[in-house]
């Protein structure tokens, strides 16, 4: 069955950087697009960035342009968000996605709390 593993999450100053990994199994991952969502305390989960599966072109949601980079490692089955320049508002669980036969998988989250 897909089954996705975050993790990489912590405590962070403002300014500083962190990097998720969330490793896919279960389906043919290189297939695949991926993408990383975040839901921060008394809101909606929202979608932060997305890779495509062949062209691995990406998107990102205008909050995090310019400070996240989304990538992929199809050989170990894994996506990442590279995530630079941390602000408060950042501060959430992110979760790993894919869409796959119409349903959307999702894995436990990782929480990412930026403080000082």
């Known amino acids: 069955q897909v089954q996705l593993a975050e993790s990489g999450g912590g405590l962070v100053q403002p300014g500083g950087s962190l990097r998720l990994s969330c490793v896919a199994s279960g389906f043919t991952f290189s297939m695949y697009a991926m993408s990383w969502y975040r839901q921060a305390p008394g809101k909606e989960r929202e979608l932060v960035a997305a890779?495509?599966?062949?062209?691995?072109?990406?998107y990102y949601a205008d909050s995090v342009k310019g400070r996240f980079t989304i990538s992929r490692d199809n050989a170990e089955n894994t996506v990442y968000l590279q995530m630079n320049n941390l602000k408060s508002e950042d501060t959430a669980a992110y979760y790993c996605?894919?869409?796959?036969?119409?349903?959307?998988?999702w894995g436990k989250g990782t929480l990412v709390t930026v403080s000082s």
């Open positions: 890779i495509a599966s062949v062209t691995s072109s990406t």
């Open positions: 996605n894919v869409v796959r036969d119409g349903k959307n998988y």
